[in-house]
């Protein structure tokens, strides 16, 4: 099984222009990300997707290797498509480009989804954590997600889901991870498919994948990585580093 892991990095974020070419201890946040998915030693290769000449070239000035987008793109998966599509890969994992601080276990037990998954039932995977607080449970950019008694995906939303009409019936409220494996195949068809109308209401590209039917085995963690989308969170690594 080939596996790769790709980092797809948009300059013009918007809640923080600019943050993956930020300084995070004498590095930028997009290189930082790059050299720990290195790091991990996890993957045949390793790439960073963008539409930006600065990330482009500083991946590149620093050994490492990068891939211009041609079209423009709506969303992660997108964008990694059209730089895979081409490529001899079974299985692709993206990383988000601003979570530097990324856990190898995580990693590790995505890609373990697909070793043991020899009949091909899993076309996606990916993480979520458990949840109890009222105030992150209702926050509409928390994402939710529930599972079936296997663990696959039935939603995802901004929501509270399941609404609790019936408390004390022992559910466990379960926060979406942003990080996804998937088979290449899921992306070429996520690449080819129109938007449906859930995923334009939630504004959530994994309802692609449930509203064409893929299948998209959810495993827990505990660990959650650290996103920079703001000032506050890019001086909360700094200090970390």
Known sequence: MKLIAVIPARYASTRFPAKLMQDLGGKTVILRT???????Q???????????????????SNGGKAIMSINKHESGSDRIAEAIQNMNVDVVINIQGDEPFIDANTLKVLIDVFKKDVNEKVDLASVMTYISNKNDIENINNVKVVTDKNGFALYFSRSVIPYPREENVGVRYMKHIGIYAFRKQALIDFYSLPMLPLEASEKLEQLRYLEYG??????????????????EDLEHARKMI
């Open 214 to 231: 893929k299948r998209i085995k959810m495993i827990e963690t505990n660990h959650v990585g650290i996103g920079i989308d703001t000032l």
């Open 42 to 60: 996890l993957f045949d290769d390793v790439f960073v997707v963008t539409d930006s000449d600065l990330i482009f070239n500083e991946i590149i």
């Open 34 to 40: 790059y050299e720990s998915a290195k790091n991990t």
